[in-house]
């Protein structure tokens, strides 16, 4: 830890979350999108009284983590810990507990049927971004409609069709003037690909999504999915609204 003085002061870093502003230029920004569900803010919690000051309902029953964040986009606000959660590639990816040798082994992935050898499966797994490797254990998970977050999200997600993602990369190229660096390998999509790679790199990415959630959230062919760090989301869609096409 950095030496604390008493007589060194900063001004307050953190500013009051701007629920009506984020509301409305997410508003002006789907009359160009015309996205088919609502985005979603990912908060991420590491303290019980932190997950607790969150006015969200608990989830009764576990589930997976993709299906969390349909729920959500259909206007279903949750909050959940370890026991809620089914996946494993899920509660790893979002740090809710440590990972097992048969995982980072390859043995795990190997056993889908989608690598030639253990060794392809654990070189991939090895590529998987994942809050596991962190310190601290995640204690919980909200995840609210963006439109009803009253804080600060870390993250924020949506399910776009491939003219709404050329959109949005184009949104985060008018400021900018980079290419976004995707991290994409149809595996771990929602809670590796969306969550985790945008948290712990401060960059948007795209994702093709996985087998499992298209298995188990039923997302059209055509889908695809995009994780916005928040502090990019605004000027990714001030870019969005600066590049309409004219009519």
């Known amino acids: 830890m950095p030496f604390y003085n008493k007589?060194?002061?900063?001004?307050?870093?953190?500013?009051?979350?701007?629920?009506?502003?984020?509301?409305?230029?997410?508003?002006?920004?789907?009359?160009?999108l015309n996205l088919k569900l609502p985005f979603v803010g990912v908060h991420f919690c590491f303290s019980?009284?932190?997950?607790?000051?969150?006015?969200?309902?608990?989830?009764?029953?576990?589930?997976?983590?993709?299906?969390?964040?349909?729920?959500?986009?259909?206007?279903?606000?949750?909050k959940s810990k370890?026991?809620?959660?089914?996946?494993?590639?899920?509660?790893t990816a979002l740090g809710l507990e440590k990972s097992t040798e048969r995982i980072e082994s390859g043995q795990e992935y190997f056993s889908y049927h989608l690598y030639d050898s253990n060794a392809a499966a654990r070189r991939m797994r090895n590529s998987i971004v994942s809050l596991h490797h962190y310190q601290p254990v995640t204690y919980g998970i909200v995840l609210q409609p963006l439109a009803e977050c009253t804080r600060q999200p870390d993250v924020i997600l949506g399910v776009v069709n491939g003219l709404q993602a050329m959109r949005l990369v184009q949104g985060y190229e008018y400021f900018s003037g980079e290419k976004p660096q995707i991290d994409l390998g149809a595996m771990q999509a929602f809670c590796s690909e969306l969550t985790a790679v945008p948290y712990l790199s401060g960059k948007m990415n795209l994702s093709a999504m996985c087998p499992s959630t298209r298995v188990l959230c039923q997302?059209?062919?055509s889908d695809l999915a995009v994780g916005i760090p928040f502090h990019q989301y605004e000027s990714i869609l001030r870019g969005v609204i600066a590049t309409e096409l004219k009519k």
Request: charged share 25%; hydrophobic share 30%.
């Open 7 to 32: 007589q060194i002061e900063y001004q307050k870093a953190q500013s009051p979350y701007p629920q009506d502003y984020i509301n409305q230029i997410t508003q002006d920004a789907n009359q160009i």
């Open 219 to 221: 997302w059209d062919a």
């Open 48 to 78: 019980q009284e932190d997950y607790d000051a969150f006015d969200v309902p608990e989830l009764k029953s576990a589930t997976t983590y993709c299906i969390m964040v349909k729920k959500a986009m259909q206007g279903m606000a949750s």
């Open 82 to 91: 370890l026991e809620h959660h089914k996946c494993d590639g899920g509660t």
